[in-house]
Structures are given as structure tokens and as C-alpha cells.
């Protein structure tokens, strides 16, 4: 944090009456977004999103009260800085789904966010929610011809990937519901004791859109940060397509799609992250992404678009990984 960023939170938090907090430091993610744990009268996290650093408060209010008037567990927005940037939230703790799985039923756990995904998404997305559209589809996909494969020192014609993206989403893409995007273990809070789908604390949603249901089972259960078994993926899409009364093939050819077409994405993300921003830590977690995306990649539907990566895409081996990591 520089001195000036320093000065600049010191004085939000007085000018709100927190002048006294204690600051320490919160993991941080792939994002310019930082977290800082203030300790005042009551726990509360701040959020420093800095707008020189293209970071945006206003669309994280705008997706918090549409989640809050719906009765959901995202934290409340104690206090704002849009112009420099800050917001403090309320502090819904430390028990990730990732870490909560020592002490809890994994089951519990992922039945609990699959219930509080079919409660969201009974209700249309409101209209002021951008679209997961085709373009965005194909943008998010680009990310694998811009970093993955010239750092792994593939091949790959961007137009191709564009038109197979295209013709795999198209089905698809009608379908209006809340979108959270990251919506997987490091990003959901196990609040046990409220109730009901409140159980499930929700954090970093400011990038949601309006498009399929199957999008967040997918970042639930094709997790890049943590292995999911069989068993369980076919439990809770099980338990996902029961409750919303979805044709089981219907849905499964969909849930290929999504799953396909954002572990392309994240394969890219992963190399930006390494290569552009000097974090080569998530190579490490790429193997992972991998296995997931080849196994969307053997639906039916999806033929083409699996040759095409065959023939274009080099796996994350070791050998890759220490390419992309020495790629600058």
C-alpha cells in the first residue's frame, strides 16, 4: 500500500467516525482490489479499490442491494468513498467454504450453495444487469490465443475459437438469470447460524451478469482452486436439476458449454496473471482447469471445439507451465 493510499483510508475511516481502527491485512485476489480486516467498534472489512487502477465500487453496491433485497447473505455496506474508491463491509468472518470443510460436511456445505443458487435464480435478472452474450463469451474465451498459447508455444487461430465458442454458446443464450461469475469455495462464507440458504456468505460478485443457470454450478463444482469428486459433482447437479425441474440432458449439455468455454478462460486468465502481472503462482493450479475442461470437452456437442483444442492447445504440463512462468 502506498503512503498516499494510507493517508487516503485513514482519513475515510475518520471522516466516518472509525479514526481509531486497527487495520491488518486479508488475502487478496487476481483483481487491483485489496482487503483490510478494520477492527473499530465492530469487525468490519474494507474494501480499497482503487478507479487509478481501473476498480470500480459502484457495480459490487449495485449487485450487494439486488442480493440483499432478495434475503441473501452479502455483506452490508456500512459505509462509501466511491470517488477514491472505498467501501467498508460488513465482516461475515473467516470460514470459507474451502477451510470449513474440516469441520463440516463437504455435502452440507455444497447442498447449501446449489439450494441458495435455485432461490436466486427463480426470479429473473433485473434488466439494469448486463448480458453474458455472445461477445462476451468469445472475448473471455480470446484470453486463451492472447496469453495461454503463445506462452506455452501453441498455435491457434483466434477467428476459429471465436466461431467455436459462438456455435457452442448459441443454444444458450436466452437464458436470464443472476450470474455471480466466482462462485466456488474461496468466495463463499459458511454463516451456520442463520438459516436456510442465508447460510451461504457471498463475496466477490461485483462482475454478475444475466445468463444461464448453469454458469455458477459450473464455478461452484469445476472448482480451479480445489479438487471436487465425481460423486459429488454428479450429487449436486443432481440435486440442482431436481429442483429446478431442468431436462437432465438439456441441462448437461449446457453445463459442458459453460464449463467448457470458462476453464478456456481461466487457462488464459492464469497466463495473464503469471506473464503480464507477475503472479506465477496460479500455473500451479492450471493442471486443474485442465482435467476439468477435458472432461466438458467429451459431450457431443462439443466435438469440434475439442479437436480444436487437441490440435491447438498444449496441456499445462511442466514443462509449459515453466514457459509461461519464464514468458515476461
Known sequence: MTNNRHRLIRRFLTDIGWGDAR?????????????????GERAAVLMDAPRERGEDTAPFVQVTRLLRDRC?????????????????LEDLGDDLFARAVAQQDEVTLYAAAVDMLVELQA???PASLPRYDAATCCREARLLTQWYIPGAGGTGDEAELDA????????????????????????????????????????????????????????????????????????????????????????????????????IKILGIF????????????????????AHLQRDLRHPTLADLHAWVDANVPPPDADVQARIGAAR
Not at 454463516?191 to 455458477?216: E, N
Open 23 to 39: 487495520l491488518d491485512p486479508l488475502a487478496g485476489d487476481a483483481s487491483n482490489r485489496r482487503y483490510l480486516r478494520v477492527q
Open 72 to 88: 441473501f447473505s452479502a455483506p452490508e455496506i456500512i459505509a462509501s468513498d466511491p470517488e477514491n474508491g472505498f467501501l467498508l
Open 123 to 125: 426470479s429473473p435478472a
Open 164 to 263: 467455436l465458442i459462438h456455435a457452442a454458446c448459441a443454444p444458450w443464450l436466452d437464458a436470464n438469470v443472476v450470474v455471480l461469475r466466482d462462485f466456488h469455495a474461496e468466495n463463499l462464507i459458511w454463516l451456520p447460524q442463520r438459516q436456510g440458504t442465508a447460510r451461504v456468505g457471498l463475496l466477490d460478485y461485483q462482475d454478475a451478469l444475466a445468463g444461464h443457470p448453469a454458469y455458477d454450478l459450473v464455478s461452484l463444482l469445476e472448482d480451479a482452486r480445489r479438487d471436487t469428486s465425481p460423486a459429488l459433482r454428479s450429487a449436486m447437479i443432481a440435486r440442482f436439476v431436481q429442483a429446478t425441474g431442468t431436462d437432465p440432458d438439456t441441462f448437461a449439455a449446457a453445463y459442458a458449454t459453460y464449463g467448457a468455454q470458462r476453464n
Open 271 to 290: 497466463a495473464r496473471l503469471s506473464m503480464r502481472d507477475g503472479k506465477p503462482g496460479y500455473l500451479n493450479l492450471m493442471s486443474r482447469v485442465w
